[in-house]
């Protein structure tokens, strides 16, 4: 009997924090949904913990879900079935954008974007580019995974990359 090929899973979850922030709230009130935050869930059995990749704070970094879960409460998950091969490529890829900086700037860019759009203006850019964004960050392991982003990554938020995950789910392509 030929033997299945091994899947393993990795997420995209989205959260927000469990005590007032006032980015976590203006993300909220622009984006029109319940979350403020994108990662990506790593499950590790070799390690017995979940890592979590983001970008928070100063840096992009890992945590655990243990730490996530301290300050954030996990609004919904979207499972992505990988190859280990291909597990291991979302590592070398985290690995690699480890300790760049936050993108401080570059989130008042991305809430321009969102006003902009929403006020008509659909083809606006992100004017700033430096660091990575929670959203921006979680693009770009998608990115590496295969799935088709829009081009401009500085520019995503949170609610495109929930927009993204959810046509791919509902046809059967995570």
């Known amino acids: 009997m030929p033997k299945k090929p091994i899947k393993e899973q990795i997420f995209v979850g989205f959260s927000t924090t469990k005590k007032f922030n006032i980015i976590a709230s203006l993300i909220h009130f622009f984006e029109q949904r319940p979350y403020s935050h994108v990662y990506v869930r790593i499950p590790s059995q070799s390690l017995g913990r979940d890592l979590i990749y983001e970008a928070s704070g100063l840096s992009v970094h890992f945590n655990s879900k ?42 008042v860019g991305m809430i321009w974007v969102i006003l902009c759009r929403r006020f008509g203006w659909k083809h606006a850019k992100n004017p700033f580019h430096s660091g990575f964004i929670c959203s921006e960050l979680v693009a770009a392991v998608l990115k590496e995974l295969g799935y088709t982003m829009p081009e401009d990554l500085n520019s995503v938020g949170p609610r495109e990359v929930d927009d993204i995950l959810k046509t791919l789910q509902d046809s059967n392509k995570l």
């Open 66 to 107: 243990n730490s996530l879960l301290s300050r954030s409460k996990i609004i919904k998950e979207y499972a992505i079935n990988v190859s280990p091969g291909t597990k291991v490529k979302v590592l070398q890829f985290a690995i690699d954008n480890l300790e760049k900086p936050y993108g401080g700037l570059q989130l």
